[in-house]
C-alpha cells in the first residue's frame, strides 16, 4: 500500500507555482518540492492545514491512498 501525494496536480489545475504555494504557507519551497515529490517523511498538521487553506482543498484532495501491488483475490 502506498500514499501519493496530488500536489503537483493541484497547483497545476491551479495555475500556481510552488514557489508561489511556498511563500504563502511559509515554508521553504525545497520542503514542498520533497512533498511534491512524494519524498517527505512526515507533514505537520499546521502545514497540511495552510496548504489546503491556500489550495482551496480538503486533506483528502493533496494525498491518494492505493496499492503498489494489487492485493491478492480472496
Known amino acids: 500500500m ?29 520542503d514542498l518540492q520533497l512533498l511534491r515529490d512524494g519524498r517527505a517523511r512526515a507533514v505537520r498538521l499546521s502545514t497540511l492545514d495552510a496548504l489546503c487553506r491556500e489550495l482551496a482543498c480538503e486533506p483528502g484532495d493533496l494525498f491518494e491512498r492505493g496499492f503498489d501491488v494489487e492485493p491478492d483475490q480472496a
Do not use: F, Q, W, Y
Not at 501519493?4 to 504557507?25: F, G, I, K, T
Open 2 to 30: 502506498a500514499v501519493r501525494v496530488r500536489l503537483a496536480e493541484l497547483l497545476l489545475n491551479r495555475r500556481m507555482s510552488l514557489a508561489e504555494l511556498a511563500d504563502r504557507v511559509g515554508i521553504p519551497p525545497g
